[in-house]
């Protein structure tokens, strides 16, 4: 339906009779500097945000694969982010944490003697990716920490029995062994944030730096733009970048479940 | 899983391993601090919240009470959340009214090319809602359904049930073949087999998935924002998005409706962090 509306050149209101443009929204698409700043936007957002997430949540892991006092309380607190609606996140952190003045952030800035910085305004992209690393690092720690807990014991002795430092076991054996997590953990990650559209809603509402392709689909049509043909042009576009994303990600889950008999 | 872990441990009970420890306390401390401080704000005082940092102050529930009464012409609390009960609760329903089956005949008794049928599912979720939106837009317009629950209870179960098929499968995947066996020469019939044998086992999974299409639907904006945005099918993420207001203070308001807001699925979520991470990785961890 939507690949049929977009080749037409149709507005809701006012309301306009369906033409048929053929292939004119999607020269529009190629050419239109916004949807290009979109896509842009997009795409940097979610490969920052899934490079820090996956960085920060190994390093955690890490920290976290130890005995410790408190270990499952302090896995619950660095869950909690992960579990909190994305609105809520967005707009917590836009006005409790980055505002200028009364952000928690700001104050602590203050304390050291940096000025204080209007983070969602004047950084909005990097502000709101900061947001998702907050929310998507758990979710990586998670998956991570489980894919340590797997590892074979008996095989990690016999690499101290043998000798190898403890820099060299890391590297050798227990970084390959967590490949297939980190793969799972990026995949996932990319599927969801791509689609981002909760946190850019409630702190810029989509500024020139910070508007996304989800974002700008929404401004384009029920958001008050009312071109349904020119945006589905666009989620046509989306849906054709994401098969591509698909495939590569099918091919990483099909990969995890060699090996399990049917 | 980690206190049978016998590995070795590097460095604890050592210094090194004691400032690892507080290391790992601070991260945890950190990244729940906008969260604690959330609910903290939500007992301020609006001038107590519109003002430099504050740990200490005398605490008050004036806001939680204000933001759940009524105003008369804009959403109420108490709509929201029965806009959102329902919206979540049939949803979840009906996504285990098909996922239970549909689990069942991919892992227990497969059925042919279940791997085919199980990426066919999963890859309905790679598609962005954002490429559906305006088709979905237009036919709920055409049924008369836009800021309806109804849109909502369908969109949510359309959205978790890739997720919860490929979760229960794994908790069924698990089900020993050799019980179903026993049961099978014990005379048990189909049914049989699947209430005392089966669903006692994966019981605890069934609760996990759920619980989890919970969660997505609950915490759901997107939809809801575009689909359903008054009152009449408005859930609880829009209605926190409607205390911020462009006159007066706002911050303790906020604080408060978002607190409530998020309240049920953290407390939820805290209780099967386990079996849901699972859930999350489609299954795929053990």
Known sequence: ?262 | MSQGKTGPVVGQRTIGGYLLSLLAWVVGLLFFFPVFWMVLSGFKTEPDANGPPKMFFEPTTEQFSEVTSATSGLLSAGQAFANSFWAVSVSTIAVMILAIPAAYSLSIKPIGKWKDVLFFFISTKFLPIVAAILPLWIIAKELGWLNTRIVLMVLYTAMNLPLAIWMLRSFFAEVPKELIEAAQIDGAKLWGQITSVILPIVAPGIAATALLCVIFAWNEFFLAVQLSPSSGGATVPIWVTGNVTSRGNFLAKLSAASTLATLPVIIAGWLAQKRMIRGLAMGAIK
């Open chain 1, 1 to 262: 339906m939507s690949l049929y509306y977009s080749f037409t050149k149709w507005t809701v209101t006012p309301p306009t009779p369906r033409t048929w443009t053929g292939i004119g929204n999607y020269t529009d698409a190629f050419t239109n500097i916004f949807f290009r700043r979109a896509a842009v936007t997009s795409i940097v957002m979610t490969v920052t945000a899934v490079v820090l997430s996956v960085l920060l949540g190994t390093l955690i892991a890490l920290l976290l694969d130890r005995k410790f006092f408190g270990q499952g309380f302090v896995r619950t607190l660095i869950l909690t982010p992960f579990l909190i609606m994305p609105v809520v996140a967005g707009l917590v952190w836009k006005n409790q944490m980055f505002s200028a003045a009364f952000g928690v952030l700001n104050w602590v800035l203050n304390q050291v003697g940096i000025e204080s910085i209007e983070f969602a305004t004047k950084y909005p992209r990097w502000a709101i990716v900061g947001v998702l690393v907050w929310q998507w690092t758990p979710f990586m720690m998670l998956i991570i920490l489980a894919g340590l807990q797997g590892q074979s014991s008996s095989v990690l002795e016999a690499a101290k029995v043998d000798g190898a430092s403890p820099r060299a076991t890391f590297f050798q054996i227990t970084l390959p062994h967590l490949r297939p997590y980190i793969e799972l953990g990026v995949l996932l990650g990319s599927i969801y944030l791509i689609q981002v559209f909760d946190h850019i809603f409630v702190m810029t509402g989509g500024g020139p730096q910070s508007t996304n392709i989800p974002l700008f689909v929404y401004q384009r049509s029920i958001g008050g733009g009312w071109r349904f043909g020119s945006a589905s042009a666009f989620s046509i576009v989306v849906v054709v970048a994401t098969i591509i994303l698909a495939t590569f990600g099918l091919r990483v889950l099909s990969g995890l479940l060699e090996g399990e008999e049917a």
